[in-house]
């Protein structure tokens, strides 16, 4: 399989995959289309609205495998940086069943959150409706979009409430 030119037919369709090395594939494959994802703040600030603006409108088949890619880079980097660890099986890039969205989490101290939730609706209804992921990370406040009842503040507020 072929996505953004590149050969990722190593992974499995069915079996589960581990999120890090996807997420690290992930972020060879953009790193040479110029994305500067190395798990960093900056990066989950900056990179993921940029590849979500440039890729948010590819072929059905490609824009699953950038979910589940997404998926992984997001949580991957937020574990980095915050800790904790992922729960629940993690299918790569070829599944098609979409399973991540309710099998796949990660745990940071008793914060439990679903990167592929964000991701999966923003590719599904736009950035008109979901905002940027910057805006998830920070400013999401209690009264718009999908996730008006579970933010409140931003992703990080929420991660950060839960460390201290």
């Known amino acids: 399989m072929i996505f953004l030119g590149e050969n990722i037919q190593e992974y499995p369709v069915t079996e589960p995959a581990d999120p890090k090395s996807c997420a690290e594939h992930f972020a060879d494959i953009m790193g040479k289309k110029g994305y500067t994802l190395n798990f960093s703040l900056k990066s989950l600030e900056t990179e993921i609205d940029r590849v979500l603006e440039k890729y948010s409108k ?3 088949q490609e824009l699953n495998i950038l ?14 940086i915050f800790g904790g660890s992922w729960v629940g099986n993690f299918y790569g890039p070829l599944n098609r069943s979409g399973v991540n969205f309710y099998t796949s989490y990660m745990v940071i101290n008793d914060f439990r959150f ?17 905002g940027t992921f910057y805006e998830y990370l920070y400013k999401r406040n209690q009264s718009s979009g999908i996730f008006h009842d579970f933010l409140g503040g931003g992703l990080i507020q929420k991660i950060n409430n839960n460390i201290q």
Do not use: C, D, Q, W
Not at 67 to 80: I, K, M, P
């Open 58 to 60: 590819i072929e059905y």
């Open 114 to 130: 679903n990167p592929n939730h964000f991701i999966g609706y923003y590719l599904s209804n736009g950035k008109k409706s979901e």
């Open 67 to 80: 979910e589940e890619f997404l998926t992984a880079y997001v949580g991957e980097s937020l574990l980095r």
